[in-house]
């Protein structure tokens, strides 16, 4: 039985109920235009209105709000709104909640430096992997993730390599809500061979995306054990196929599993499992 105390300090009685009675329905559409702006990437008033399907006036009244508390920021030459940098700071915080980012920035410079290619961390949050760092090639042509996107798991190194040390109810439920959604010809869209390729990324201890997110760029990715040897993040290496070609996927691979058993063992896990 949970002590009462101890609830007490963090939340009511009724803690356990999600019902419509525990949400503040304002707050949660605030919430929905703050989300949307973000995945906008900044619109104008109507922009934001029409994505939403919410008044003008309504909207106005959010943006206005989130603005006055630095969660919203308005460019008046072009009239147009952005996210503003009181919710980087708050989203920073969620960083600031593991030691696996900060941990993780010596190991993936590391990484850079042995490759030269840009090297990525991420989790999966909510059936999507949701990229934490990055540290960027000085390479013209690179790839860009930066700290807060979000990219399908079944399209993703990292996400192919988390989805791969998942047991298998859990890697159908995310496969099953992803729908494999194609994004170029090359997107394995086929649940059996799908998972094929999981088992083979599993066996050989690395994952790779091979344009099957975007056309001319490849990913090879391992996974991070914390310390119930459970595969809690994943470090990859991304660039362009014109330098990461099949000739060199094999030597590649190599330091990023190292890589990525570097990062295991810092904050405290098992090691990489057998295949």
């Given at each position: 039985?949970?002590?009462d105390s101890k609830r007490g300090r963090g939340r009511p009685k009724s803690w356990d109920d999600k019902g419509q009675q525990n949400t503040i329905k304002s707050l949660d559409?605030?919430?929905?235009?703050?989300?949307?702006?973000?995945?906008?990437?900044?619109?104008?008033?109507?922009?934001?209105?029409?994505?939403?399907?919410?008044?003008?006036a309504t909207i106005y009244r959010v943006l206005h709000t989130f603005q006055r508390r630095g969660f919203a920021d308005f460019d008046d030459d072009t009239q147009v709104w952005h996210i503003g940098p009181t919710a980087f700071l708050t989203g920073a915080h969620f960083l600031r909640?593991?030691?696996?980012?900060?941990?993780?920035?010596?190991?993936?410079?590391?990484?850079?430096?042995?490759?030269?290619?840009?090297?990525?961390?991420?989790?999966?949050?909510?059936?999507?992997?949701?990229?934490?760092?990055?540290?960027?090639t000085q390479a013209t042509i690179r790839a860009f993730f930066p700290p807060g996107t979000s990219s399908a798991m079944h399209a993703s190194g990292i996400g192919k390599a988390l989805l791969s040390r998942m047991d298998d109810a859990r890697q159908r439920q995310?496969?099953?809500?992803?729908?494999?959604?194609q994004f170029t010809p090359y997107t394995l869209t086929d649940p059996e061979a799908m998972i094929a390729d999981l088992n083979a990324a599993k066996e050989r201890g690395y994952a790779i995306?091979?344009?099957e997110k975007n056309i001319g760029m490849r990913c090879i990715a391992a996974p991070v054990f914390n310390v119930f040897g459970e595969a809690v993040a994943g470090i990859s290496v991304s660039g362009p196929t014109t330098r990461i070609t099949d000739a060199r996927i094999t030597a590649l691979a190599e330091p990023v599993m190292q890589a990525a058993d570097r990062l295991t063992?810092?904050?405290?896990?098992?090691?990489?499992?057998?295949g």
């Open positions: 039985m949970e002590d559409r605030a919430l929905e235009v703050l989300i949307a702006l973000g995945d906008m990437g900044g619109g104008t008033l109507s922009e934001i209105a029409g994505q939403l399907n919410q008044s003008p909640r593991t030691s696996l980012v900060e941990r993780a920035r010596p190991v993936m410079r590391d990484l850079m430096e042995a490759t030269g290619e840009t090297a990525n961390l991420g989790i999966e949050r909510d059936g999507q992997v949701l990229f934490l760092g990055q540290v960027e995310v496969l099953a809500a992803s729908k494999l959604e995306d091979g344009e063992r810092a904050i405290g896990g098992k090691g990489r499992p057998a």
